[in-house]
């Protein structure tokens, strides 16, 4: 069996977090066994889907590296859904229903007043072809329902949550079209898992219920179910669900400069047993994703932690990765000089700033002699070879000093920062010439 995944978005937004990582899981499962991953747009939601976010939808997939075998579009499918749904009507499993929503309303409000689930009562099967006649003469437009089979129990074993039990008496028969004749999500989706030969389907534990009614859609069809694997939602570092996290989009995390590698590595391991790792290329992470690692307790999300495998990512990637990216003239060793100490690579443009100069360095204070003596050594140091230590060597031998003394006035006054890059590799960048000089004008100062 060839395993096939699908992600199926509307396009009424840009991706976020939550999102992301059902793509990612679905498109790890399929890759991890040699399968294929689907892009479904779901868009049969005329008035909120727009084309720009169909667009950002595929640019993000394939920023992320999370590139679909094939897709498909609802909209250009609903001969095949007006196809399926009237051989469910012929067959009984499909019926109209004319109460208006405000009706609706009304009796889920008295059902919870009485302590009663909100179930519907499908008092729209009591009607007679009479009564619903004059409804419809009346300008009543129906919507439509699926009639949940009671007698048949719902059961599948959830890749994540195990052995699920739903009895079908205890819920709505579910609405699968508007009385405009627009489509809800449920019958489509299953439409489509049974055409696309959709073989497990990967999505949040908020469609555990969904599930159990699609399910009756299957065998109303004929058709064998994927298998289901329901993963728990995401939440905020506060340990609530945080709102936050439906608004924290891939544009958002890009401006941040977190790179797609740090954003797969989290999301790849959030809510499971294994460690969350940095992995610049997935194939790790792939020959490790197994559903048996996942958890029942929601999965923390932390903007935090994220920045900190970002961090480590970064320096991870090679030149060629991150060049179009960098400062002009910066190349290949002034990019491992200053990779360490970077978070976000737009970072190097700091540290390049700080290499060109010009440097604001501190005022020296009592170390100004030390500075002016640092500057004369300069001049004298073999700068073909290791220059810093060279030039530290020399200093400790003239002045005695050690330690923090030696090399922190130095580091001062040649980048104007306490911390940074490594300075055996920074001071052969700055050069000869400007080290001199800073060195000078520090002393100066």
């Known amino acids: 069996m060839t395993v096939i995944t699908r992600f199926a978005p509307s396009p009424t937004g840009t991706l976020h977090v939550g999102n992301i990582r059902a793509a990612l899981h679905n498109w790890m499962w399929a890759r991890a066994h040699g399968g294929r991953f689907l892009l479904r747009i779901d868009d049969t939601d005329a008035e909120r889907s727009e084309e720009r976010f169909v667009d950002a939808i595929r640019a993000d997939l394939a920023w992320l590296g999370l590139h679909p075998d094939g897709e498909e579009r609802q909209s250009a499918r609903t001969a095949r859904y007006e196809a399926v749904f009237e051989e469910l009507r012929a067959a009984g499993h499909i019926y109209p229903a004319y109460e208006t929503a405000q009706e609706l309303d009304l009796k889920r409000k008295i059902l919870r007043g009485r302590g009663l689930p909100p179930v519907y009562d499908r008092a729209a099967l009591a009607l007679t072809d009479d009564e619903r006649a004059r409804l419809e003469a009346d300008g009543v437009r129906p919507h439509w329902r699926f009639r949940l089979d009671h007698a048949a129990p719902i059961e599948w074993t959830d890749l994540i949550r195990g052995p699920q039990h739903f009895d079908a008496a205890t819920m709505s028969d579910p609405v699968i079209r508007r009385a405009d004749g627009s489509w809800l999500y449920m019958l489509p989706s299953a439409i489509d898992d049974r055409d696309m030969g959709v073989t497990h389907v990967v999505r949040g534990e908020d469609h555990v219920t969904n599930t159990a009614l699609q399910l009756q859609m299957f065998a109303a069809m004929g058709a064998a179910p994927p298998a289901f694997a329901h993963e728990a939602l995401l939440t905020g570092a506060e340990g609530k669900l945080s709102k936050r996290l439906g608004s924290l989009g891939i544009d958002a995390l890009r401006a941040e400069g977190i790179e797609p590698a740090a954003i797969v590595s989290l999301l790849a391991r959030l809510g499971t047993s294994q460690p969350v790792e940095p992995h610049v290329d997935p194939a790790v992470l792939l020959a490790g994703f197994d559903f048996a690692h996942f958890g029942r307790a929601p999965a923390r999300f932390d903007e935090r932690e994220l920045a900190q495998v970002n961090a ?81 060597a020399a200093l400790k031998e003239a002045t005695g000093r050690k330690g923090k003394p030696l090399f922190l006035p130095l580091r001062r006054a040649l980048t104007g920062r306490d911390h940074g890059p490594d300075m055996a590799a920074l001071l052969p960048l700055i050069g000869r010439e400007r080290t001199i000089a800073r060195l000078d004008s520090n002393a100066a100062a």
């Not at 179009?324 to 003239?329: F, I």
């Not at 690579?345 to 440097?359: F, K, L, M, R, S």
């Open 312 to 392: 480590r990512i970064v320096h991870q990637l090679p030149f060629d990765a991150v060049a179009g990216r960098l400062p002009a003239g910066m190349d290949d060793t002034a990019w491992q000089a200053i990779r360490p100490n970077l978070e976000t690579v737009a970072g190097a443009a700091d540290w390049w700033q700080v290499i060109e100069g010009p440097v604001d360095a501190p005022a020296p204070g009592e170390d100004a002699a030390y500075l002016a003596q640092a500057a004369a050594v300069a001049r004298t140091i073999d700068w073909a070879g290791d220059p810093w230590h060279a030039l530290t």
